[in-house]
């Protein structure tokens, strides 16, 4: 017979198992909820997945690839696009230029005219949509009369708005203003793009009055108009050309002293608007002018450094090197800056850009922000202009060894107008806002919203 101690431990030990079991039963049930919640988890996961590839399937059925626009400027080589651009030629009564028929190869994508042939000679005598002023321009263009991107810029917008004027009886009886106006601009636009490619200031200029006329007034009488259109083309021209240049003049002077050895190339109004001012200031500067072949522009900005006194070397492009050691900066003029910094300048600029820097030679160029563009760009064969090459055969003397070029098959003759200079090669940009880096372009752009999409040429 057990005794009362020994029921007790019986007990006990009963106590202890029965409470061993009931841990280990809860410990099971535990881990089979966490299972159950992990498989639960991963099929929620997993229906996820699949419907959100089940709706980018379908978005990609219902909406096709978007296609990066290519401009029609850089597609003379596409069959499509240029009978395109014929059928707008003949809508606008807008002449056909004759196409170069010997042309290099790489640049086939974009347009050459031959000089010889009048960019006038298909106009009608009556009943054309062309304005006198505009013809005038476009031979000008055409003939290499008005150079430089801000003599262009400006005789184009004098010519607009005596375009414009002139039209007043037209636009004032019009329903709706703008759209009125941009009949009128386009056929006009479209020839002087057949004499030539519009500058990145040219193709700004026009969307700045595009977006000017949006803002008139509907109910405006025909004085109002025409003092609108007035006050909008002297407004630009006034701000852009006179204020402006002022503003970089004296930020560009701040970084000129005495004694400096300053290197430009070609002729850039910009530049010799900066070294006249410094002259003006009586700071003691030297200026190397370098220049080079086609157009020579250099040789118009030499006389008028020296009869301000500025001592004036000029040499060409080829002899850059051999002065660079005695150059204290490098001034430069441009006809555009990209939105990734590159700057689009005279050929040859990118070459002494080049050199400056491997000679540690400080690179600062000039240049308003009417002439900042949205587009990128990163090298100098998509996007150029090609000038008559048979400027290219007068050397100045009396053999030319390529007079009979044309008779040659194997021969072509490339005279390009334009060449890009790296970001990485531009210390600094001086514009009327102030002097900033070429990865601060894209801000400038912002602020000024100079790329209207709804404003297309």
Known sequence: EKSKQDLKAERKAQFEQKAKLEGDLEANTEKSKAELKAERRAKQEAQRLAKSQAQQSQDQKQKPESKIRVPDEIKADDKKTEKKLLKKLTSQNVPVRTKAQRQVGL????????????VTRNLPVVGGNLHPAIIQLGIQFAEGKIVGSSGRCISLLLALRTLLLD??????????????VDNIMK????????????????????????????????????????????????DFININFTLHPKAISETANKKIRDGDVILTYSHSKLVEKVLLDAAAQGKKIKVIVADGRVQNLGRSLCPGLVAAGIHSTYILLSAVSQVLPSVTKVLLGCD????????????????????????????????????????????????????????????GRQAQPLADWRDLSSLCLLNLVYDLTPASLVDSIITEISEIPPTSVPVVLRLHNMGDPSLAL
């Open 107 to 118: 640049f086939s994508h974009l347009h050459q005219y031959e000089r010889e042939v009048s």
């Open 336 to 395: 555009g800056v990209m939105a990734n910094g590159c700057v689009l300048a005279n050929v040859g600029t990118s070459q002494v850009a080049l050199l400056a820097k491997s000679y540690n030679k400080p690179v600062v160029v000039c240049c308003e922000t009417y002439k900042f563009t949205e587009r990128v760009q990163t090298d100098s064969f998509v996007y150029n202009e090609l000038s008559d090459p048979d400027d290219l055969v007068t050397t």
């Open 187 to 234: 056929p006009n636009i479209t020839f002087l793009k057949q004499c030539r490619p519009l500058s990145i200031s040219m193709s700004n200029a026009i969307r700045y009055l595009k977006r000017e006329v949006i803002s008139f007034g509907r109910s405006l009488s025909l004085e109002e108009i025409r003092t609108s259109i007035e006050e909008m083309v002297d």
């Open 167 to 180: 039209m007043l009886p037209q636009l004032s009886t019009a329903t709706e203003l703008y759209k009125e």
